[in-house]
């Protein structure tokens, strides 16, 4: 909540303030605010070459159920940042969503034959099981 309400100062000061926008669209994600999903977009919209910035409202917009909006986003923002584990779990998921299982298999298969450490690790070894589990 701390972190919130810093971001929220910030932002009264420096509405634009892409660094702010992201980190508090992602803060309030997790605390299923619904005004992550703006926060994120305006983010995006000021920094549209950003991966980290893209991979916030893509996996938002994926999270708020559009998916074909957040994979869209997510395909950029795995472009732009190649290796980065956390970008490549959202994208995976994202395909999984829309039907292309065995392109998200493939993503999480190399992702976790990798050495690559990320936060989402764990969840993309549970997504990897499911999609695995449900064929």
């Known amino acids: 909540r701390g972190a919130v309400v810093q971001y929220e100062h910030v932002l009264e000061r420096d509405g634009n303030n892409v660094i702010a926008l992201n980190n508090l669209a992602w803060l309030l994600h ?42 869209k986003i997510l395909e950029r923002a795995a472009s ?20 292309q299982r065995d392109r998200a298999i ?13 936060d989402s690790r764990a969840e993309a070894q549970r997504a990897l099981q499911e999609l695995r589990s449900t064929r």
């Not at 493939?106 to 990320?118: H, M, N, V, W």
């Open 30 to 71: 997790k605390g299923a605010d619904g005004r992550a999903v703006n926060l994120a977009r305006k983010a995006h919209e000021l920094a549209p070459g950003a991966p980290g910035v893209a991979d916030t409202y893509g996996w938002i917009l994926v999270q708020a159920g559009d998916v074909q909006g957040g994979l």
């Open 80 to 99: 732009g940042a190649a290796g980065n584990g956390d970008i490549t779990y959202h994208l995976a998921v994202a395909h999984a969503r829309t039907g």
């Open 106 to 118: 493939r993503l999480l298969d190399g992702l976790l034959s990798s050495a690559t450490q990320f």
